[in-house]
């Protein structure tokens, strides 16, 4: 079994359409992440939920929206798309407040056009 | 506050010769320290994790990695690479508390590339 499955895996659009991306861990893991990798391959956290809370959203445009109906999932939703956000995408997930590693997805690879 | 520094962006060495991919660290804290690795169009893996017991970690595919508090630094070496170990890698220190994003800092990663 996938520990964190995201889908879709490849996503092309056009300006201004509104996206989403789906997140699942089967780990009982408490905190979970959406980070953007760009073409440099720089990562760079978006978001993070402990217990379907939001505790963290760095300077991220409020187009983007992280939606997390239980602990176990967390979507990831765009509007009105712009070029600058293709990039990839990956949710991952760890223990809360540990030293524990973060588990990633396989990414989604988000492309607008 | 903390700070991971990949010290090269771009790494190659031949098939079968030792590799080496440096990182160094600030932390106010007694950090954990993890190497990642991603391979093309793949998520990113783990590879070993320091978290305050031996400061000699062993991981995955032959990898290992040093902490030396003196240093500070957690250098990952190879004895012998292989072609699959193409990818790119990244360095990350977590102090389970403050710096960003609930205490983990990525490195800009490093690019591994095997020569023939």
């Known amino acids: 079994d996938t520990a964190v499955s995201q889908t879709p895996k490849y996503l092309v659009t056009q300006m201004g359409n509104d996206k989403s991306i789906k997140c699942e861990q089967n780990l009982g893991h408490d905190t979970m992440y959406w980070y953007k990798q760009d073409s440099k391959k720089f990562l760079k956290i978006m978001f993070s939920y402990n217990n379907k809370e939001l505790i963290i959203n760095e300077t991220v445009p409020n187009r983007f929206s992280p939606k997390s109906p239980d602990k176990a999932h967390l979507n990831l939703h765009i509007n009105s798309l712009e070029l600058g956000d293709s990039a990839v995408y990956f949710c991952?997930?760890?223990?809360?407040?540990?030293?524990?590693?973060?588990?990633f997805g396989e990414g989604s690879r988000l492309t607008v056009l | 506050a903390q700070s991971v520094t990949q010290l090269d962006s771009h790494v190659s060495v031949s098939e079968g010769t030792p590799v080496l991919l440096r990182c160094n660290y600030s932390s106010s804290y007694s950090p954990s320290l993890f190497w990642y690795v991603q391979h093309p169009n793949k998520g990113l893996q783990l590879l070993l994790k320091?978290?305050?017991?031996?400061?000699l970690v062993k991981g995955i595919n032959g990898f290992e990695a040093e902490f030396k508090k003196s240093e500070t630094s957690f250098h990952l070496t190879k004895p012998s690479a292989h072609m699959s170990d193409a990818a790119e890698y990244f360095c990350v220190v977590s102090e389970g508390s403050g710096g960003g994003a609930d205490g983990l800092t990525f490195g800009k990663g490093t690019h591994l590339i095997i020569q023939p």
């Open positions: 320091y978290t305050s017991a031996a400061t």
């Open positions: 991952a997930s760890r223990l809360a407040g540990g030293t524990g590693e973060l588990f």
